[in-house]
Each structure stands twice: as structure tokens, then as C-alpha cells.
């Protein structure tokens, strides 16, 4: 090899200019072959082991292979209705904390499609179960529902943008994985599926624009955030996720308050 016989700093500047040249090619082919990680991939890899369990709970199964009894649907439909009405107003604290124009016209939008498609969904379905909207509306919430909507309020009114979507996403989010998995798995017999309406609404491309829209904001807001504000919002991600765990929980066990 020629240049073991050149002096110790030649070798060593050598060494350098090849240390040098490999990171820059290293560098470069980062860059054209990895995306890096974002913070809403952190986020759905920390909530991977709840996700699944919402994925596989007995409700969430018996829905896509129709076999939910429907009194059952019946109870988790009333339940549903007053938590989105909650939810709804989380869309028009966003349009409070929006930090401009069109980020206010994006939370009224989704505010509006929420209560006139969403609920509509659901008040269709009471009505062949003999639910009135009204009926609907005046739904006692259970202590499940009461905590989940009273946690994500109270983390909205009193923390940032970014507090109040990390809050929400999940609930989007796992909604549409949810809507896919069970159009996957049970999409041949949705003719025979008392359900599949729902199904339809979740896995639609426009129940996922949600969602879509909600993670490029947060990965606009969380832009070089120091990572202790991160670590706060990731609790929320997380904490919601469990609460939409107990909120399947909840209908499958018709849960009311003991007293
Ligand atoms: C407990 C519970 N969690 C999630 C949803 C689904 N969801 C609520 S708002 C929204 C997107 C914006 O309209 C979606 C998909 C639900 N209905 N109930």
C-alpha cells in the first residue's frame, strides 16, 4: 500500500479527507433514502400496544362481522352522540387558539362536518332503533365519557394549539385505522353487515382528511420545540389513546354509575 511510507500527518490528513468524504456520501445518501422520523411517527409508535388492543377489542371486532347485538350499538350510539358534542367544541376552541386565518376557517369546517355528517350518521342509526335525536342529546354521561371529554377539555382551554391537537388526534386517527382494518377484513359480507354504514363513514377518504389535516399542523407547531414541551404532548397522545381504549371498553360493558 503506497502510502504507509508517507509520513504519520500526511496519513493522518488522509485519514481525515476520507473520514470526511465517507459522512458526506453517508449524509447524502440519508437524505435520498430515509425519511427522516417525524414527531406524529413518535407518536403513533408510542401508542402502538394501545392502538392494537383498540384494534382487537370484542366491540370494535363485532362490529365489522355484524354480530353486535343491538342494543349494545344502541347504548354506544347515545354515548358517542354526547361525546362528539363535546369533541365539536374542542374543533371551536381550535378556532380560538388558531394563530391565523385559514387555520380558523380549516377548525370551523371540521366543526361543521363533525355535527351535520358525522352525527348525522349516528342520529340515522338511532332513528331505526327508535332513538330520537333528542333522546340522543339528553344522554346521561357515564363516569368513561365524563373523563374523556372533561380531560381533553380542560388540557385544551388551558394549554396551546399543539396541547389541544395532540388531544384530538387520536381519536381521528385511530378511528380511520379502525375503518380500514375492519373494511379489510370484512369487506366481502358488508352487504350482510347491519354495521357496514359506520364502517363505510370511518374508512372514507373524507372521514380521513381529519386526521391528515390535524398531523401536518402539529408537525408545523412542533418545529424545533424544546423537548420537554414534546414530552407534555406525547402524555396527551398517549392519554387519550387509553381513553378511547376505555371508551370501547365502556359500551362492551354498558357501563352506568354505580350509585
Ligand atoms: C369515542 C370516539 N372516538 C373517535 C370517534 C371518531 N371521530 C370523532 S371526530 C372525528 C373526526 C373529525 O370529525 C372522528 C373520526 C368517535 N366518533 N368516538
Known amino acids: 500500500m503506497p ?50 388492543r383498540n384494534h382487537s377489542h370484542p366491540f370494535v371486532q363485532a362490529i365489522g362481522n355484524g354480530t353486535l347485538p343491538e342494543h349494545k350499538f344502541a347504548y354506544y350510539l347515545k354515548q358517542d352522540y354526547i361525546y362528539l358534542m363535546d369533541y365539536s367544541k374542542l374543533f371551536a376552541l ?19 362536518e363533525t355535527i351535520q355528517i358525522e352525527m348525522d350518521i349516528h342520529r340515522q342509526y338511532a332513528l331505526e332503533f327508535g332513538i330520537t335525536s333528542k333522546q340522543l342529546e339528553d344522554t346521561e354521561p357515564t363516569p368513561t365519557t365524563l373523563a374523556y371529554s372533561g380531560y381533553m377539555l380542560n388540557a385544551a382551554q388551558h394549554g396551546t394549539l399543539a396541547d389541544l391537537i395532540a388531544c384530538l388526534l387520536p381519536c381521528a386517527w385511530d378511528y380511520y385505522e379502525i375503518g380500514l382494518l375492519l373494511k379489510e377484513r370484512n369487506g366481502k359480507d358488508l352487504d350482510n353487515n347491519r354495521y357496514s354504514k359506520w364502517i363505510e363513514s370511518y374508512s372514507s377518504p373524507e372521514f380521513g382528511e381529519a386526521h391528515k389535516w390535524l398531523i401536518t399542523l402539529l408537525e408545523e407547531l412542533t418545529e424545533g420545540m424544546p423537548e420537554k414541551e414534546l414530552q407534555r404532548l406525547e402524555k396527551h397522545f398517549l392519554v387519550t389513546s387509553r381513553y378511547e381504549y376505555l371508551f370501547w371498553d365502556m359500551v362492551q360493558n354498558e357501563q352506568d354509575w354505580p350509585l
Do not use: C
Open 94 to 112: 381550535g378556532v380560538i387558539k388558531a394563530h391565523n386565518v385559514e387555520t380558523m376557517a380549516k377548525f370551523a369546517e371540521i366543526l361543521n
Open 3 to 52: 502510502y504507509i511510507h508517507l509520513p504519520r500527518s500526511v496519513i493522518q490528513e488522509r485519514g481525515f479527507i476520507l473520514a470526511v468524504n465517507i459522512s458526506i456520501h453517508f449524509k447524502g445518501d440519508t437524505m435520498k433514502h430515509t425519511k427522516s422520523k417525524t414527531f406524529s411517527d413518535r407518536l403513533h409508535e408510542s401508542a402502538k400496544e394501545i392502538w392494537k
